[in-house]
């Protein structure tokens, strides 16, 4: 079973400019997350889709992030314009609960994108 | 308070030791909970559940506490191979179920 597709791997750019990731989940994943995580810090979720609904952006710093999973499959997220706090590693993540939730939760993460910000 | 707290360690611990982790959280509501396992510049993965029940994987025991909101990972017999970070994550469902992930605590296992 292919795993959680994240590109690109790593980014470099300078503060201001603008960044994309993207991600595709596990085939019949509905539910997709990404995280923010700074390092020494845990992953800090951003913003996730149900299908191609938004569930939870409560975190996602609206003013510069904007996400999408238009299809309902793959997502891309978006920084614009980056600052030197975004530096962190962005990981998408999938799972295949739905609304009627079990108590199990497994999230399958991507390998995540290094994103630093100079 | 944060949702998630963990003790960041690092733990150094000797081939062959019992170690815990330790983790606390703030929202009594929470329903689910998880052992997270990340290796050094990898991604996490799912280490084990954690039932109410206690649960047992090998030689890791996982075990909840709702009264104290408490939660712990005991690793008997330690390996090399166990040296990462444990991510401590409790899931609150509402609206949607949102999986809240602590800071991790870092275990060293050593010769």
């Known amino acids: 079973e292919a795993g959680v597709a994240q590109s690109p791997r790593y980014k470099i750019i300078e503060k201001r400019q603008s960044v994309a990731f993207w991600c595709n989940p596990i085939?019949?994943?509905?539910?997709l997350y990404w995280y923010q995580q700074i390092l020494g810090q845990g992953p800090k979720l951003l913003i996730q889709f149900q299908n191609n609904g938004v569930v939870d952006d409560s975190q996602l710093p609206k003013d510069r992030f904007s996400a999408e999973r238009l299809k309902g499959v793959d997502s891309t997220l978006k920084i614009q314009p980056a600052k030197l706090e975004d530096s962190a590693v962005y990981l998408c993540a999938s799972s295949s609960h739905g609304r009627v939730r079990p108590t199990n939760e497994k999230l399958f993460f991507g390998s995540g994108t290094q994103l630093s910000v100079l | 308070r944060k949702e998630v707290e963990q003790d960041p360690g690092p733990f150094n611990v000797p081939e062959g030791a019992t170690v815990a982790f330790n983790c606390t959280y703030s929202?009594?509501?929470?329903?689910?909970f998880f052992w997270y396992r990340q290796d050094c510049r990898k991604e996490p993965k799912l280490l084990m559940s954690?039932?109410?029940s206690g649960n047992e994987d090998g030689r890791f025991t996982a075990q909840l506490n709702r009264a104290s909101q408490y939660i712990s990972l005991l690793i008997r017999d330690s390996k090399l191979s166990d040296s990462a970070t444990y991510l401590c994550v409790v899931s609150n469902t509402g609206t949607a179920s949102k999986l809240t992930f602590g800071t991790g605590t870092r275990l060293q296992v050593t010769l």
């Open positions: 954690v039932y109410s």
């Open positions: 085939s019949g994943h509905a539910t």
């Open positions: 929202n009594s509501a929470s329903q689910s």
